[in-house]
Structure formats: structure tokens, C-alpha cells
């Protein structure tokens, strides 16, 4: 039997409301395309039966409420569940209803009170989470859309806000194996960019699910696809202009500014060495343009690898060869302009600036086992380790995204970083020496961050804990990473280590307390009350290792 014959899915799309102010069609797409990842045997391969599709008129409250139930009837504990709704989400800020909605299309905004009785609350919808026993279950919401619910005309002063708070899905997210992915936050909306098929947010999940997220082992977690989702819709979401009230701006009034491509990278490249008496080979021309391809800041590459060859120039001819020459057999010249750039960067770093940098270049790269490694964007504060010098830190990711060997994007709380150029994990020889070097540690550390964090979020429950072997291993490869850890790791391992003691030495007490009694009135028993005063003073010191 296939996993997926044992998984459960509720998809609920809701565009045209009868009372609220109505959703674009690719709120419907999304549902749809959904629903459609997950039953297809390409991908998920869930049986059409066991996934059920509410769209607009179908998705009353009366039906989310009875399809919520249905899943509680037919899911069990070793079962998966998916629940995704895209839809209008709002809150009522104060009074006798304040709280959390979600909005079936038959809800009515006329007052708070209209609110309340015609929409589900949070409350409803967090019973009937629980309700439902699966110990395996992704929520994913995308109920914050630009644009909002219109206010109520005719309560004055109505406190009904668009959106969900964050502290809503914290509580949906408390239990164990439950895990919620939502499109933005309280503050930020969800998007459907122009003439677009589906909302941002679903275009980069279901991308992300259709082998964008890179896997060691063929699987997609939760953390993995948040970490690929995240970055994208940050990075494409429309500015402050765009959802300004200045917007839309005729032709005439704005200036576009897209990436060199084909014939205007082509002309970047001839035109000023043409202005200064300098001609390049045709051929070279085709090859600078192949290579670029589609890498972003091409141009810069371009630039760099111009340089390298001014310096081969041969009677004011720029020739094929002398770009080979730069390559040599196993790379093109753009890939050694990229290597002699990133490696002029590192020079100029201390030697402290250079650890950092490392750990940086290795995080950003996504370990495939069997696999081409690929990209893997990071928000700042998960590049950092809690050693860093901050000031150092920051001067270090200054200088390399100053040298355009990586991007930042600023577009939200925490900044995101990614690598400059990809190729660089093929085509630049230190980071791969340094990803050979590190591949196995920085392996086991990610699946120790990501399983401290799942025991995190799981309240510290000690059956998330390493035991025996795994614990050991986990606990030699800390000894040499110490500083690399984030704190939760640390605390995820010493709480395993001091279980493992603390079992240790309850046995020792029981076994000493036997031999006591068996010595009779000439031994030493333990009784209960002074095992449990022994157990209760060991109390090892915050560390791995450390007491």
C-alpha cells in the first residue's frame, strides 16, 4: 500500500462571495491545482476519494464544518492529513465577539454580530482540529489577500479587521505533528500578481512541491518547503508602489528596469569595446551569451570576464581562444572570471572573516545526496553562529554581497541571503573543496537543527530526545561544532545526554539498593525517598558535555 492511500485531504477555495467583497479567480486556480498535485500518480498519487474539493457556492459553512467532521470520522493516528483553505480571514479586535474568523462564502458583514454567527470561529475550527487524531497534519492558509474585506457601511466604528494573527496559528500549531504554513503575517497580505494563474503563495508551493525543494531522500518537510517558499514570494511580491494609491501608472509614467537578455546583453557586450576601436570575434560573442544564460547578474559576470580578456587582447581582437584559455578543459571563461572574483574576495578577509565566510558559502547550498547540490536561500539570523562577533558578522556579509557574490533581500523582517551566482557551487574550487570537506557534518548538523526545532515546537517532549547510538553520534559531532550550534540544538542535546545520565544512574541506585538488601542488616540499602533526593540534586550544567 502506498503512504499516500493512507492520507486525507480538505482543499477549499472561495472567490465569489455572495456577502464579501469578492476574491480573484485564482483563489479557484489555487484550490483546483491543489487538489490536483495530490491525486495525480506523477506526484502524490492520493486517491481521488480520500480528497475533498470545496469551491465557492460549495463551500458554505454548513459543508466546511460537515467536510471537517468527516475528515475526525475517517482519519487515524498513523494517517497524513492536508487541510488548505484560500479565502477571506478576519478578526474582531474587541467586544462580545472578538476572535479570530474564518469566512465560508455565505458569510454576512453586517455587523459583529452577523460576523460571528455566519462565519466559523476559531474556537470551531480549533476543536475540530483536534478532533481530527492524525498524528500528521499540514495546515496551510492563504486567507490574508490584498485588498481585504470591506468594511461593514453601516456599523459605525466596526472593529472588523482583514487578515489572521499570528497568534492564531501558534495555537492551531500546538500538538504534536501538527504544522501551519500560512501565505503572510497579521501585518502583510497575500498576492495574485497580474494576469497570474495563481496567488504568489501557491504558485512557489505547489513549485516547491513539484521538485524545487531539493530532497536527500525523496521527501519534502515542512521546514524545507517553508525555507524555498519564503524567499520567493518575499522577493516577488509587489513593492510599496505597486500597492500604494498612486498605482496603476500608465506606460508613460514609469520606467521598467528588467535583466539584459539576448540582443541587449549582446549589445552591452560589442558596443563599448566597438567605441574604443576593440572588435570581438563573432564566435566569442555566441559563446559569452551561451554561458550566460539565464543566470542572474549575468552582466557583472560578463564585465568581469571583459576584464580577463582586455588583458589577452591580440591586435584589438578579442578571440574565442584566449576566452577558452581562461576556462580551460572542465570550465567556461565566465565560470574562471566568477572563481578569480570570488577568490580575490576571500583574500581581502582576515582570517576571522574567512571562517564566517565559509560558514556562510555552506549554508546557502543545499546537500544533495545522489543529487546536484543546489541554492539554498537563508534569512540572515540562520547564518549566524552564537559565537559570532556581530560587527564582524555583518562586515563579512557586507563585503561579499558588496562583490555581488551574494544577494540580500530586504523586503521583509529578517533579510534573506542567497548565493550571487549558482554556479559558484560547480565552477568556483574553494567552495567546492570546503562543501567535500563539510558535506557529512553539515548534514547531521541540519538534521540536529531541524530536529531540535521540531522538539521545540513540540513543547521539549522527551520522546523527541536522541537515544543510544544516535545520541552518541549526535554528541561527537557537537564536540567539534560546538560553536556552530544554534542554543535549541544545544539544549535539544544536553536534555538528551542528562536523560541518558539521569537513566544510568537511577539503575545504579536500584542495583546498589539491591545489593544492600540482600546483604541484610550488614549492607548499605538505598530507600526510595533518598534515591529520588539523589536524583533530584544531579542537575547538569546548561552544555553538551559540560557539568
Known sequence: MSAMDDAYALIVGIAEYLHVTRLPAAVRNDARDVRGFLVDPRHCGCPPDHVTLLLDGEATREAIIDALSGLAAR?????????????????????????????????????????????????????????????????????????????????PGSLIKAGLPDAYYERLAAGRGRAILSSSRETESSYVLPAAANSLFTQHLLAGLNGGVPSEDGLVRVFDLFEYVQPRVTSDQPNDLMTSILWPLGRGERVEIAPLRSAAL??????????????????????????????????????????????????????????????????????AALATRADAALASLSAGQRAIARRIFLRLVQLGEGRQDTGRPQAVGALRAPGDDPALFDATLRH??????????????????????????????????????????????????????????????????????????????????????????????????????????????????????????????LSPGIARRICCVWDPKPGIGGW
Open 75 to 155: 482519519a487515524h493516528p498513523t494517517c497524513s492529513v492536508l487541510l488548505y483553505i484560500s479565502s477571506h480571514g478576519g478578526r474582531v479586535v474587541s467586544g462580545a465577539f472578538a476572535g479570530e474568523y474564518i469566512l465560508p462564502v455565505d458569510a454576512v458583514l453586517g455587523s459583529d454580530g452577523d460576523l460571528a454567527r455566519t462565519a466559523i470561529s476559531g474556537a470551531e475550527f480549533t476543536a475540530a482540529l483536534k478532533a481530527i487524531s492524525a498524528r500528521k497534519m499540514l495546515v496551510i492558509f492563504d486567507c490574508c489577500h490584498a485588498g481585504g474585506l470591506s468594511q461593514p457601511k453601516d456599523v
Open 266 to 335: 549582446r549589445e552591452a557586450i560589442t558596443r563599448p569595446a566597438a567605441g574604443v576601436g576593440v572588435y570581438l570575434e563573432p564566435l566569442l560573442v555566441e559563446r559569452l551569451l551561451r554561458d550566460a544564460g539565464e543566470e542572474p547578474g549575468a552582466l557583472s559576470l560578463v564585465q568581469e570576464t571583459m576584464v580577463l580578456l582586455w588583458e589577452r587582447m591580440t591586435r584589438r581582437l578579442l578571440t574565442v581562444s584566449a576566452y577558452e584559455d581562461l576556462g580551460g578543459q572542465d570550465r567556461s571563461g565566465l565560470a
Open 400 to 525: 561579499l554581497t558588496d562583490r555581488r557574490l551574494m544577494t540580500m533581500s530586504a523586503d521583509s523582517d529578517e533579510p534573506t541571503v542567497d548565493l550571487g551566482h549558482e554556479a559558484m557551487i560547480t565552477h568556483w574550487p574553494a567552495l567546492g573543496d570546503w562543501i567535500e570537506e563539510s558535506r557529512a557534518g553539515e548534514l547531521a548538523r541540519r538534521r540536529i537543527e531541524r530536529d531540535s526545532e521540531d522538539w521545540r515546537r513540540n513543547g521539549r517532549d522527551r520522546g523527541e530526545l536522541y537515544r543510544r547510538r544516535k545520541l552518541a553520534d549526535a554528541l561527537e559531532l557537537a564536540a567539534g561544532l560546538e560553536h556552530e550550534l544554534s542554543q535549541n540544538a544545544v539544549r535539544f542535546l544536553a536534555a538528551g545526554r542528562r536523560r541518558r545520565l539521569l537513566g544510568l544512574l537511577s539503575l545504579g541506585i536500584v542495583a546498589v539498593a539491591a545489593l544492600g538488601w540482600r546483604e541484610g542488616p550488614r549492607g548499605c540499602p
